[in-house]
């Protein structure tokens, strides 16, 4: 924005709304300017405090009037740049909004604020017997408006599936600053098109969500915590095969979470100081629940299935603070691995399980052929796997980027998909030609100029920056 268009979008937005909920000045505005992922970060013109949808209203009314772009923003723990206020403008903050206004154990729904902090819904919900499945990592730092820009998913994803699969209506307002209520609080409900289903997911480029009511489930009366110990990740992804889609012995389970570790990761653990058994090269996180009985029977058969496949141990957590602790383990991955070199990228491809095994024999491959360092690790019970390219020297950077494309050309290969659960944000943007045709990038254009017919809603997110949605 020019300075003077900044200057007014600053002094009409303290006007409607007053100075303490704007923020201005670079000390004030810095931290909101970028998230977890490679991208740069970029300074906002202004920083909006929201309270309440009011705020939201007036913010969006002033922003379209004056053609500004207006960057929603969570926690900040996203990992694809989708909240980076890459074209300047508002970064429009949601975490002042962080209310519980109804949890209904009878309808088994939630409805939230966006700035709600995930552990905190997760914990109000269990002390009601209900549950809220979607557990991203950063879960104890992430709000609930975020995962639903992103449509997180995390561990459970595997058994409960992603955040779409528990929003059933959404309070949002559009881009020109009108409220509206998409959805249902209903079981079923198929009035119109699904338009919550599409703002799930939509990385905050259709609308700016006030409000979301969320199914919940009953709470798991048990749960048990398994580590598998492997030689090697081919042999762990051999289970993962195995447990899944089943043997002669028997038919595919369905485990709550399956988390796969490769060499470099355990080893990134030891270093960390985290005990890891000597025999484990790789590990599997395996977790399974349900009431006491199917739990017992199901570890049984999980441990093993492991066994079967060549697991040099199967080892269960005798008590809640041995699972807390793998779980922190786990949840710290992305720290961990940003310590080991100056700079990493970390990606969230998918691949069909069935290719697993071949993925990592291609990854591996990848490295070699590019000598860049990379890692493995995720929801391998979904196909969902975090692999993370890391270097120091910023030469290296031109084969960094030639075996990431490699990588994305690999899992398309296999019809997979670029991302499960980060988003294509700034990060991957480039790279979406890949997996989708013009027809249906110029549909889904369509549909953005439909809902936000100026383009100032978060631009510069998930389409190539040429044209539309550029700055
Ligand atoms: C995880 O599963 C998160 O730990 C982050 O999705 C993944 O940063 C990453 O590589
Ligand atoms: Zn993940």
Redo the contacts with the bound molecule.
């Keep these: 924005m020019s300075a003077v268009d900044a200057d007014r979008l600053r002094s009409s937005l303290a006007r409607a709304l007053g100075d303490s909920k704007v923020l201005v000045g670079e000390d004030l505005v810095h931290g909101y300017a970028g998230d977890e992922s490679e991208q740069e970060p970029v300074l906002p013109d202004v920083v909006v405090l929201a309270s309440d949808r009011d705020d939201v209203v007036a913010t969006l009314r002033i922003a379209s009037e004056l053609g500004a772009p207006v960057t929603p923003r969570g926690a900040g723990t996203g990992?694809s740049g989708g909240c980076v206020p890459v074209c300047g403008g508002v970064a429009l903050a949601m975490v002042g909004m962080a209310q519980i206004k109804e949890i209904d154990p009878k309808e088994q729904l939630a409805v939230v604020e966006p700035g709600l902090v995930l552990a905190e819904l997760h914990a109000a919900v269990e002390a009601e017997g209900l549950f809220y499945p979607p557990d991203?990592?950063s879960l104890k730092m992430c709000v609930l408006g975020g995962n639903i820009a992103e449509n997180a998913g995390?561990p459970r994803a595997f058994k409960y599936g992603v955040t779409r699969d528990y929003v059933l209506g959404l309070e949002v307002v559009t881009a020109e600053g009108t409220p509206l209520f998409v959805g249902r609080r209903t079981k079923k409900g198929v009035t119109g098109y699904d338009v919550t289903a599409l703002l799930v997911g939509s990385e905050g480029t259709l609308a700016v969500t006030t409000a979301c009511t969320l199914r919940l489930v009953r709470k798991p009366d048990a749960v048990a915590t398994l580590l598998g110990l492997f030689a090697n990740i081919d042999t762990a992804m051999r289970a993962v095969a195995d447990i899944v889609g089943g043997t002669t012995k028997g038919r595919g389970l369905v485990p709550r979470c399956l988390e796969v570790m490769d060499e470099t990761c355990v080893a990134a653990l030891r270093d960390e100081g985290f005990g890891v058994d000597a025999r484990a090269g790789a590990l599997l996180i395996l977790e399974v629940d349900g009431d006491a009985i199917e739990v017992e029977r199901a570890m049984e058969e999980v441990g093993s299935r492991a066994i079967d496949a060549g697991a040099a141990d199967v080892l269960a957590a005798q008590d809640e603070a041995q699972r807390g602790r793998l779980w922190d383990a786990r949840?710290q991955?992305?720290l961990v691995?940003r310590k080991l070199a100056r700079s990493k990228i970390?990606e969230?491809v998918v691949v069909p399980r069935t290719m697993l095994a071949s993925f990592v024999g291609q990854v591996r491959a990848i490295s070699e052929r590019h000598q860049v360092r990379m890692l493995t690790y995720?929801?391998a019970g979904d196909g969902n796997m975090?692999v993370?390219l890391l270097w120091d020297d910023p030469a290296d950077e031109p084969r960094v980027e030639l075996a990431l494309l490699e990588l994305f050309h690999a899992v398309i290969a296999m019809r997979g998909t670029l991302t499960g659960?980060?988003g294509i944000g700034t990060s991957k943007a480039q790279y979406l030609a890949l997996e989708q045709s013009s027809e249906l990038i110029g549909l889904q254009r369509r549909i953005k100029d439909s809902f936000d017919p100026k383009g100032i809603l978060n631009p510069g997110k998930i389409f190539p920056r040429t044209g539309h949605g550029s700055c």
């Design positions: 990992k991203p990592n995390g949840r991955f992305s691995t970390s969230d995720g929801h975090h993370n659960e980060h």
